[in-house]
């Protein structure tokens, strides 16, 4: 029964304000669907897997209208349609939705690999190497090493006391 409403489904998507939240909502019902489908005792293989197939159908339309907005936007407007707020989904980013509908398609795609990419190395040059970086997580050594406070100053002794 439910089978029958893909057409429809696809025709909404279509005309939707918000094709990529859309999409990866759409993904998640067919996908829950599909694992409701298949845990019945008189379950439908066929019609488990075709809801499967659909939902991820739907999470690669939501990858390609990504992708589109991508090469279409510098990076400063992509950021901004990537980070924004969906009130359609309780105030979530795309990629807050991807991860807790676990669309780990669309979590895959360059488009979002480069601003993960880009937002955990921040502002660090792209030549650094991966030693610096690891030898920057390493605690001050410094901070091991014993001092000697009889020879402060009062002042120095009140301010090392603090």
């Known amino acids: 029964c ?55 159908q739907f999470e690669q339309m939501a990858c390609s209208v990504m992708s589109e907005c991508y090469r279409k936007f510098d990076r400063k407007d992509w950021t901004k ?27 895959a795609e360059s488009p979002i690999q480069s601003y993960l990419n880009h937002t955990w190395m921040g502002q660090i040059h792209h030549s650094t190497t991966m030693l610096k970086i690891l030898l920057c997580c390493v605690p001050p050594l410094f901070l091991l090493l014993r001092y000697n406070k009889r020879n402060m100053s009062s002042e120095d002794k009140q301010a090392w006391e603090r």
């Open 2 to 56: 439910i089978m029958q409403f893909h057409d429809m489904a696809l025709l909404f998507w279509s005309r939707c304000k918000e094709p990529i939240v859309s999409g990866l909502i759409a993904a998640k019902i067919n996908w829950y669907l599909s694992e409701f489908e298949s845990n019945k005792l008189a379950c439908d293989e066929d019609n488990a897997e075709a809801l499967s197939n659909q939902g991820f």
């Open 81 to 107: 349609v990537l980070v924004a707020p969906r009130p359609l989904v309780n105030n979530m980013n795309l990629i807050e939705l991807a991860k807790n509908i676990s669309a780990d398609n669309f979590i």
